[in-house]
């Protein structure tokens, strides 16, 4: 599991506060846990690209000034809805042992034998949702079709990983192979071709 370091100042809470920080280049945050008060904070914009804009899971260090070090992952972020930029996020605290729901991105490995075969590789779930220790999550899933044959699926029940509970269910399909799609184009003329003729 990969960990990032997020280096935030305090902030004073409030819609005029968060958006000055906007104006200024900020991105207003709040990092809450069980039994702890909330910790206003904001950082630069280009500081969370490699926390948002990302396919893996990873624990942030979030360094605040004057609160000290905490761990947490990233639980939610609102965008603008025209312009995209990231409007604020939020950072959920973690603790070693403490199981929690989360997100984790499943990556396809190998070189299913059903695609050498024609048919056609089709990912249907791209995220699973796990009941883990974020502390020991991985940062991806590994998911590997070399064995899937046409007309066959892989599922979540199929997948089991020590210390990791998937919470989707069992017969949620990850990835299928597809049979070959065959062109409609010829299909026509091939039948006219064998119909008889009159007269």
């Not at 070189?111 to 249907?124: C, H, N, P, T, Y």
Request: charge should be negative.
């Amino acid at each position: 599991m990969s960990e990032i370091l997020l280096k935030a100042s305090k902030r004073e809470p409030g819609k005029s506060a968060a958006k000055a920080l906007r104006r200024d280049g900020q991105v207003p945050g709040v990092y809450y846990a069980k039994d702890q008060d909330p910790i206003h904070f904001s950082v630069p914009k280009l500081s969370l690209r490699d926390i948002v804009y990302t396919a893996e899971a990873k624990v942030v260090n979030l360094d605040v000034e004057g609160a000290g070090k905490k761990s947490a992952i990233l639980k939610d972020v609102t965008f603008d809805p025209i312009t995209d930029a990231i409007l604020h996020i939020d950072l959920l605290g973690v603790a070693a042992g403490q199981k929690m729901t989360v997100e984790i991105p499943l990556h396809l490995t190998g070189s299913s034998i059903g695609v050498r075969d024609g048919g056609v590789l089709e990912q249907v779930m791209h995220k699973a949702h796990v009941n883990v220790d974020p502390t020991k999550m991985p940062e991806h899933i590994d998911v590997d079709v070399t064995n899937l044959a046409v007309n066959s699926s892989i599922h979540i029940g199929d997948l089991n990983l020590p210390g990791i509970e998937f919470t989707d269910r069992p017969d949620a399909v990850i990835v299928t192979c597809a049979p070959p799609r065959v062109a409609e184009s010829g299909a026509a003329p091939a039948a006219e071709a064998a119909a008889p003729t009159e007269g």
